[in-house]
């Protein structure tokens, strides 16, 4: 029984962790500090970005989760005028992450 009890436990988790989601609340505030530099405002990127980032980056934990990143940056991309992509596409670098896409505002976020 108690060998039953733990098994479900388990397909319960693993059922629960599949689903998860990374809220586009929680990617917007994490994007937020690098902002004025993808619009070109701010000489280099502020380390809040690249900590911000990191702590996003580590979030991701399956194919799913970068899809929604993904799809919450480039919806909310749209609403930032003044957005470049020459800027954007540094920032990955700067910070030391590897998002496996290139980053611009017109990204198929589907691949």
Do not use: W, Y
Not at 14 to 33: D, F, G, Y
């Amino acid at each position: 029984m108690k060998c039953l009890f733990f098994s479900a436990l388990f397909l319960v988790s693993l059922l629960m962790s599949a689903e998860a989601t990374i809220p586009c609340s929680m990617v917007k505030a994490r994007v937020a500090p690098c902002v004025m530099f993808a619009m070109g405002k701010a000489p280099t990127l502020p380390p809040a970005c690249c900590s911000s980032l990191q702590q996003l980056a580590r979030s991701v934990r399956s194919v799913n989760d970068k899809k929604d990143v993904c799809r919450c940056l480039k919806a909310s991309a749209k609403s930032v005028r003044g957005l470049q992509d020459k800027f954007l596409r540094q920032i990955p670098a700067a910070c030391h992450i590897n998002v496996g896409f290139p980053v611009s505002a017109n990204v198929n976020c589907e691949q």
